[in-house]
Every structure is written in C-alpha cells, then in structure tokens.
C-alpha cells in the first residue's frame, strides 16, 4: 500500500521558516514526479513545486520562487519543502503528492495524494 505522509507544518509568525516532510512508502519512486500542493481557507488546491525523484530536477509555480525550495532524500524516501520568509498568505494545507509525469502533476493528476499537513503564518 503507497503511503505519503506530510509532517512538520504548524503556526508561525511572519518572516518565520518551516521544513515539510512527506515520508513515501509502499512502492519504488524511480520515474516518478514528486510535487507539493496546498489548498488556503475558501480556495482551490494549487500546484506549488515538484521534483523528479530521479533526477533532481525542480520546478516552481512563480509566486514561491525564491523562498521555497523541494529537494528530495532518496535514503529516507523522503521530500522535503523547506520555506523561508513565511508570509500570512501562506497559510494552507500543504499535501504531497505523485505523479507518473510532470506536467499531468503540476495540472493536479496525481496518482497518490498525502493527507494534508496545515501551516498557519501568524502577522
């Protein structure tokens, strides 16, 4: 059974930073995309960043450049998404998620979803 399991939200105060994690089990990631979304109070869920699990290779949706970043430990099946300069707008739940392609996950067609980790930024 795949497993995505996001950690590491919570409240901070603005210009705060925060490490997600989402722990991924239950099969090999060799070809996939791996890629982070978040869904704000009253909004759609929208693309943040991804990364393909083998390559390394990142991408991110305009609004974040610069203050988030995706990487990935392929040790620990793990995916991070280290956040700086936290900004109230920021707030949401945050989910991982995987993908076969790249460009089907940043449309949001994932084939396994995380259940959500809430990041709350405090002014």
């Known amino acids: 059974q795949v497993q995505l399991v996001e950690s590491g939200g919570g409240t901070v105060q603005a210009g705060g930073s925060l490490r997600l994690s989402c722990a991924a089990s239950g099969r090999t990631f060799g070809g996939y995309v791996m890629g982070w979304f978040r869904q704000a109070p009253g909004k759609e869920r929208e693309f943040v960043a991804r990364?393909?699990?083998?390559?390394?290779?990142?991408y991110y949706t305009d609004s974040v450049k610069g203050r988030f970043t995706i990487s990935r430990d392929q040790a620990k099946n793990t995916v991070y998404l280290q956040i700086k300069m936290l900004k109230p707008e920021d707030t949401a739940v945050y989910y991982c998620?995987?993908?076969?392609?790249?460009?089907?996950?940043?449309?949001?067609?994932?084939?396994?979803w995380g259940q959500g980790t809430q990041v709350t930024v405090s002014s």
């Open positions: 998620a995987a993908g076969a392609t790249a460009s089907g996950l940043t449309s949001g067609r994932a084939d396994y």
């Open positions: 990364i393909m699990w083998s390559s390394g290779l990142t």
